[in-house]
């Protein structure tokens, strides 16, 4: 199969499918207008006709009246990103569950990439056990190490879970 023959049509479809997040195809965000498919172009459909038959002066302002109407699409689309983001976000957390955490209780901490113990895939992903010697709210924490040397430095409750003995 030779894919370079087929990628214009994959483009092709990808371009001109709305999208769930903004409820509009790529294509109109871009260009402010819906493709004019090959097959419109050779079979003249209404539309192609209507815009053959205007004249230079009312095509130019039927173009221009297009694009003062590309940013409004736009700003729908905008709208209907976050109104889709939201949607996601509360359907996430709908099913996130709270984590209760208490103090003397055991937890991993987490190796972060940009920290000295990360040292290449292979490496543990989590350091520990540690355990909570105060919770400050319930995103921040102060671990201690086993041996009741206190940190200084509050942890976000992301980067912790709870050590199963």
Not at 71 to 81: F, L, P, Q, T, Y
Not at 156 to 165: E, F, G, L, R
């Amino acid at each position: 199969m030779k894919w370079h023959e087929k990628l214009p049509y994959a483009l092709l479809g990808y371009r001109t499918t709305i999208r769930t997040s903004t409820g509009e195809t790529p294509n109109m965000l871009v260009y402010g207008s819906e493709v004019v498919i090959p097959a419109e172009v050779e079979i003249p459909y209404l539309r192609i006709i209507q815009e053959v038959g205007l004249d230079d002066a009312k095509l130019i302002r039927s173009r221009h009246e297009q694009l003062m109407l590309i940013d409004e699409k736009r700003m729908d689309a905008v709208c209907h990103g976050q109104i889709y983001q939201n949607r996601m976000t509360k359907a996430f957390n709908r099913k996130v569950k709270p984590r209760q955490i208490t103090p003397v209780q055991l937890v991993l901490k987490k190796i972060f990439p940009q920290q000295g113990e990360a040292k290449g895939k292979f490496a543990p992903n989590w350091q520990g056990p540690y355990m909570v010697h105060r919770v400050l709210s319930r995103v921040a924490v102060i671990l201690a190490e086993m041996d009741d040397r206190v940190s200084t430095k509050q942890i976000n409750s992301d980067a912790i879970k709870k050590y199963y003995i």
